[in-house]
Antibody, heavy 120, light 107 residues
Framework: QVQLVQSGAEVQKPGASVKVSCKAS????????VHWVRQAPGQGLEWMGW????????NYAQKFQGRVTMTRDTSISTAYMELSRLRSDDTAVYSC??????????????WGQGTLVSVS | DILMTQSPSSLAASVGDRVTITCRAS??????LAWYQQKPGKVPKLLIY???TLQSGVPSRFSGSGSGTDFTLTISSLQPEDVATYYC?????????FGGGTKVEIK
């Protein structure tokens, strides 16, 4: 069965960086885009961008351009999201999510369990 | 960017009631719309894509309709396990954006 397992909760200071991992299993990792979505406490969902695990190509939401970097390691079927220059309003649950289309359809059929990043 | 507006922001209904949630796009998005259910403390779960296609394993009491700018999610007979916040998401092109959510509770 498809699973996305994320790294554990993080506490970071303002100005620091955080890197969250998302390990995929149950499917061929390079065949499906991986998106990152965040949710601040009590707030709605915010799309951050996607990575094509096959090519490494990325597309970031304009809001995060210059601060976010999405990468992948195909040898271990893992995607990463690194956010730099953290601010207190970056406190949120960060989730990876699989795109069901082989060339990117841009919705999400499987989600990781979420990683709480606290900036304080 | 295309703005997605959901209404109502919250509702309370009785078990067995028919519940309808509306999502409006600020520009036409054809049928590139998905609906998600998020239970407290959990990540979202895909319910519907392409505006009206039920994701595998989702109960048939959930249905979606609409095209262009106006969309609806309907729960034909509300069940206690349907207590959650529901989000629409447009995906015709990046940036991908979500509605603000509709919290559904049992009266």
């Amino acid at each position: 069965q498809v699973q996305l397992v994320q790294s554990g909760a993080e506490v970071q200071k303002p100005g620091a960086s955080v890197k969250v991992s998302c390990k995929a299993s149950g499917y061929t990792f390079i065949d499906y885009y991986v998106h990152w979505v965040r949710q601040a406490p009590g707030q709605g969902l915010e799309w951050m961008g996607w990575i094509n695990p096959n090519t490494g190509g990325t597309n970031y939401a304009q809001k995060f351009q210059g601060r976010v970097t999405m990468t992948r390691d195909t040898s271990i079927s893992t995607a990463y999201m690194e956010l730099s220059r953290l601010r207190s309003d970056d406190t949120a649950v960060y989730s990876c999510a699989r795109d069901p289309g082989s060339y990117g359809t841009y919705y999400f059929d499987y989600w990781g369990q979420g990683t709480l990043v606290s900036v304080s | 960017d295309i703005l997605m507006t959901q209404s109502p922001s919250s509702l309370a209904a009785s078990v067995g009631d028919r519940v309808t949630i509306t999502c409006r796009a600020s520009q036409g998005i054809s049928n590139f719309l998905a609906w998600y259910q998020q239970k407290p403390g959990k990540v979202p779960k895909l319910l519907i894509y392409a505006a009206s296609t039920l994701q595998s394993g989702v109960p048939s009491r959930f249905s979606g309709s609409g095209s262009g700018t106006d969309f609806t999610l309907t729960i034909s007979s509300l069940q206690p396990e349907d207590v959650a916040t529901y989000y629409c998401q447009k995906y015709n092109s990046a940036p991908l954006t979500f509605g603000g959510g509709t919290k559904v509770e049992i009266k």
